[in-house]
């Protein structure tokens, strides 16, 4: 029971002796987060001041150096404006001139312009009247032109109708001439053929009354009419027979028939002279 106690009393001994451990690591480690921080607070009360005495020295360097710099600025300023003012004059000077001589060149150049532009008129003035002028030579050549060629025109229309009437008349003439040939060579004829048959049929009677002969060849003869051909008799040309020619390099007379039959029996050739080619 005793050594229990004791063991016991041992425990609770170490207990509240590392209980004391405790506590005194804790407040020794309060009192060193309590040293840090006054340290700290000391450490930046020292800084704040030493800032402080920085920024003041600067302050009076500053403000030193800044009635310096307000000295040199305005003097800096006022020889800034004075030539600004200089150049303000010159520029104001060089531009009066510029725009005088501009006026100047303008008043040239407005005045060549009229010059120009009365000079331009009175070329467009002749210019019309020389293609006015022109275009009534034209016309009037056209004219002219058209004048001579219409006369020449009615001069060959006169020259051709002349030459049709006179073709005409020509074609009249001969005409008529050939009529009044053709007529007196039908009245003579007439007159020949009238004379051959009183000659004939005196010589038929003659021959007829006086002879037995055979007359027939001889009223043949009498009946063939003028011209000696063997053709149809024309009554228009006075009863001439005339004669017609082979269709052929011979050129021959064709032949004639009676009724006692053909004297030519190469029908062939008569039909080849004939101008039938079948």
């Known amino acids: 029971m005793n050594d229990k106690n004791i063991i016991k009393a041992v425990e609770q001994q170490q207990q509240e002796e590392e209980d004391e451990k405790i506590r005194t ?8 987060t309590q040293m840090r921080k006054e340290k700290e607070a000391e450490t930046h009360r020292l800084m704040e001041l030493r800032r402080e005495r920085i920024n003041n020295f600067l302050s009076e360097l500053m403000k030193q150096k800044s009635d310096n710099e307000d000295l040199i600025i305005a003097r800096d300023i006022a020889e800034a404006e004075a ?6 004059k010159e520029k104001y000077e060089k531009n009066k001139a510029e725009l005088k001589a501009i006026e100047e060149y303008r008043g040239i150049v407005m005045k060549n312009k009229e010059e120009e532009e009365r000079q331009r008129k009175i070329e467009a003035k002749e210019h ?3 293609v006015i002028k022109a275009d009534q030579i034209f016309w009037e050549h056209e004219k002219e032109k058209k004048r001579k060629t219409d006369q020449k025109r009615r001069e060959v229309q006169d020259a051709h109708i002349k030459q049709i009437a006179k073709n005409k008349f020509h074609a009249k003439q001969a005409k008529q001439a050939q009529l009044d040939y053709c007529r ?3 009245d003579l004829v007439a007159e020949k053929e009238k004379e051959f048959q009183d000659y004939a049929r005196e010589v038929i009677e003659l021959e007829s009354e006086s002879t037995k002969k055979h007359i027939y060849p001889l009223v043949k003869s009498v009946k063939g009419g003028p011209g000696s051909g063997r053709g149809p008799a024309l009554t228009n040309r ?4 005339p004669s ?7 050129g021959v007379q064709l032949p004639s028939y009676n009724s006692q039959g053909s004297k030519c029996n190469n029908f062939q050739k008569s039909k080849g002279r004939l101008g039938f080619t079948w």
């Open 83 to 88: 030539l600004w003012e200089k150049r303000e």
């Open 128 to 130: 019309l009247v020389a």
């Open 238 to 241: 006075g009863g001439l027979r």
């Open 244 to 250: 017609y020619q082979a269709n052929d390099f011979s």
């Open 184 to 186: 007196r060579t039908e």
């Open 25 to 32: 690591f804790i407040k020794a480690k309060k009192r060193l």
